[in-house]
T-cell receptor, first 114, second 112 residues
Framework: AQSVTQLDSQVPVFEEAPVELRCNYS??????LFWYVQYPNQGLQLLLK??????LVKGINGFEAEFNKSQTSFHLRKPSVHISDTAEYFC????????????FGAGTRLFVKA | DSGVTQTPKHLITATGQRVTLRCSPR?????VYWYQQSLDQGLQFLIQ???????AKGNILERFSAQQFPDLHSELNLSSLELGDSALYFC???????????FGPGTRLTVT
């Protein structure tokens, strides 16, 4: 991917409310798409991935994402967030240009308020 | 626990020095990636190895180098350290090129 854009740097939301974290990418070839979560002072953990098949992907902790090829988007959603979901979320794209290269977005800080 | 180990966890050193960060990938993973994460630059891809060979290069400075050994562990060497090199350095491994990556806990480097 030439670029990965996470449209919101910070998203504050109240507990039990729904949330959507937006991710757009630019690429002219087939891609693999990922969302990772990073809790404070930890490494990144895989939330979910799209490699092929169904465009609606379910991940851990109740998160899901939908791949929209025409809009080159891969937005992350959760119907009801918890305080424990407060973390940094990264969208990532791998594209096959002869060798794979993965590009990460700048991250979106989700802050869940009581 | 991702299965990726990194040592040391913390490293404090002076400007001009050289350090080596070590990473052991998950069992069976042939791909290893190195990243630098800082507050001002975010998560930056440095370099990727696959089964001992360099496969992709990102924003890696000439003062930095890496290698992957026959047992698949990898080392990132940082030399002539500057204050701006202070950051978290992550290693990740992947079961297949382009697929999901499993991140280690990171090495926090502080250059004083």
């Amino acid at each position: 991917a030439q670029s990965v854009t996470q449209l919101d740097s910070q998203v504050p939301v109240f507990e039990e409310a729904p949330v959507e974290l937006r991710c757009n990418y630019s690429s002219s070839v087939s891609v693999y798409l990922f969302w990772y979560v990073q809790y404070p002072n930890q490494g990144l953990q895989l939330l979910l991935k799209y490699l092929s098949g169904s465009t609606l992907v379910k991940g851990i902790n109740g998160f899901e994402a939908e791949f929209n090829k025409s809009q080159t988007s891969f937005h992350l959603r959760k119907p009801s967030v918890h305080i424990s979901d407060t973390a940094e979320y990264f969208c990532a794209v791998s594209e096959d240009t002869g060798g794979f290269k993965t590009i990460f977005g700048a991250g979106t800080r989700l802050f869940v308020k009581a | 626990d991702s299965g990726v180990t990194q040592t040391p966890k913390h490293l404090i050193t002076a400007t001009g020095q050289r350090v080596t960060l070590r990473c052991s990938p998950r069992s069976g993973d042939l791909s290893v990636y190195w990243y630098q994460q800082s507050l001002d630059q975010g998560l930056q891809f440095l370099i990727q190895y696959y089964n001992g060979e360099e496969r992709a290069k990102g924003n890696i400075l000439e003062r930095f180098s890496a290698q992957q050994f026959p047992d698949l562990h990898s080392e990132l060497n940082l030399s002539s350290l500057e204050l701006g090199d202070s950051a978290l350095y992550f290693c990740a491994s992947s079961p297949r090129r382009g697929y999901e990556q499993y991140f280690g806990p990171g090495t926090r480097l502080t250059v004083t």
